[in-house]
């Protein structure tokens, strides 16, 4: 038997709770439609600033970004770090939530830890198209049983 799916959102951000516990809910959604529901995640919520800073040290580029992921050794997956600044501003320009875009954020994370990347077109179209069967998959309503 596996062990339990662990989620651990930190919200430096001061999110709202409702949203980071719905957050949670779909991350594991995904989690668990990936096939990896045994592994443990984190997720921190925080600010350009923040971003800006491990973008920096990390990836050397001088700039904020939305999310950043970072590979742990199993039983880990792995950290995904969100700018809660940067998923407002891409929500309002996209006419969608911020839950949505933080949703679209995270799964985006997560699909960097399972080894998908976007460096040329042909990456990018099954990264994404990846991204978005599993957020389908995480929101989808449960079918009625008759």
Do not use: C, W
């Amino acid at each position: 038997m596996g062990a339990e799916l662990t989620i651990d959102v930190r919200n430096r951000a001061k999110v709202s709770p409702s949203t980071v516990r719905t957050l949670r809910a779909r991350i594991g959604r995904v989690m668990r439609a990936a096939g990896v529901a045994e592994r443990t995640l984190s997720v921190s919520l925080t600010n350009d600033r923040e971003l800006h800073a491990l973008n920096k040290e990390y990836a050397n580029e001088d700039h904020a970004t939305d999310v950043l992921s970072f590979e742990q050794e199993a039983p880990l997956l792995g950290d995904v770090v969100i700018s809660v600044e940067t998923a407002a501003r891409q929500a309002k320009a996209a006419k969608h939530s911020l839950l949505a875009e933080l949703f679209h954020l995270a799964t985006h994370g997560v699909v960097h830890l399972l080894g998908y990347d976007h460096a040329t077109e042909a990456e990018e179209r099954v990264m994404f198209a990846y991204e978005a069967k599993l957020r389908a998959r995480a929101t989808a309503r449960p079918r009625r049983r008759a």
